[in-house]
């Protein structure tokens, strides 16, 4: 079945970074678009950045120049790396199959002083 596990949350300064990790199994990897996804307490999920089979990336105007969407192939897994942390950026970040109902269970983000 399809699972997607994501990893590498935690707790940061402002301006810090973190290294968000989300491993898939049970899909052909290569051949799938991924996306990040994030939910702030009392909001809505809102998309975040998304990279295609073929390794072009899109993302959201407001983490645009600070965070960056990348993948590996042969590990099956999908990163987003988050620098210029800001409090804003706190929520819940998930990854999923761009669109499809597969999502991972999510792993917390917080940045306070």
């Known amino acids: 079945q399809v699972q997607l596990v994501e990893s590498g949350g935690g707790s940061v300064q402002p301006g810090g970074s973190l290294r968000l990790s989300c491993a898939a199994s049970?899909?052909?990897?290569?051949?799938?678009?991924m996306g990040w996804y994030r939910q702030a307490p009392g909001k809505q999920r809102e998309w975040v950045a998304t990279?295609?089979?073929?390794?072009?990336?899109n993302y959201a105007g407001s983490v645009k120049g600070r965070f960056a969407i990348a993948r590996d192939n042969a590990k099956n897994t999908v990163y987003l790396q988050m620098n210029s942390l800001k409090p804003e950026d706190t929520a819940v970040y998930y990854c999923?199959?761009?669109?499809?109902?597969?999502w991972g269970q999510g792993t917390q983000v917080t940045v306070s002083s």
């Open positions: 999923r199959i761009v669109s499809t109902a597969y």
């Open positions: 049970g899909i052909t990897f290569s051949v799938t678009s």
């Open positions: 990279i295609t089979s073929g390794g072009s990336t």
